[in-house]
């Protein structure tokens, strides 16, 4: 129930924020209509291209912990559950445009999100005070295609703008590393969520200050909302003291298939995947971003 309604709490927030997005873009789109008319753009000055660099700050978070049971585990030394937030973390962006008009234009842009990792220690775990530690971490990376729609004021120096845009998530991961230790061995994991293409919006709201004729530098507020659902967790390293086992798991204990829906009473063959329902990380988040961009 509390997944359940953190889900329609993340979905209700991203409606609020493109609201709020198609609103300011209504604005710019009027304001410009009602101003001075101004020549066309020159052909040559049509193609642009853009390089930038900024920092997410996570809208939802992804629990990965659900260890609430004191009685079920009564010798943590620390109970505490931990929000790992997918959507936060530094961005890097190229991107080229096209202007049709002087303020009406198209762009593509490439964006590499590199998600910080969160980590969580657990002492004397399953264990009856013995010393036994369990260290997990996660973390997130995503590369972002996102055609946009752009609107620009086309002002002479200090030039608002906004954008509006479909955001394609490619190769998206989620990385996770356990590490067990007790008295007898020390024993790691290392694993990750794969599959399937998430898909979402962007919306960016700017200002560009011209430096000359081509060369301008510009700072954004982007907003992101993008919800990967993987479709398959693989294991890639298992270690015990050091030494490498993963050959000797099956593939029912190497890898997990996300489904919506599944039979628990059928018994999954060791030559096959296991199954899970599906799960998913919030990567939604607001940027805030500079850079610069050329004028051709």
Partial sequence: MIVILHLQYCKVLNLLIMKKFHLFIFLIFLLRLTGKAQDEINLRDRFYTRIGVGYGIGLCNYDPCDDYDED?????DDLRSINFVPGRGFDADVGAGYMFTRNIGAELDVNSFFGLPIKLTKNNYYSEGAGQT?????????????PSFVLDLGLDKVDPYARFGLSIGVFPQILYKETDVSVTATTSYVGKYMGNVPLGYSAAAGVKYKLDNHFSLFGEFDCNGLNYSPTKYKLTKYTVNGMDELSTLSTRDKEIDFVKSYDASQTISSDSPNKQLRQSFPFSNFEINIGAQYRF
Wanted: hydrophobic share 20%.
């Fill in 72 to 76: 079920y585990y009564p010798t943590y």
């Fill in 134 to 146: 369990l260290t997990e971490q996660y973390s997130g990376t995503l590369l972002q295609l996102t």
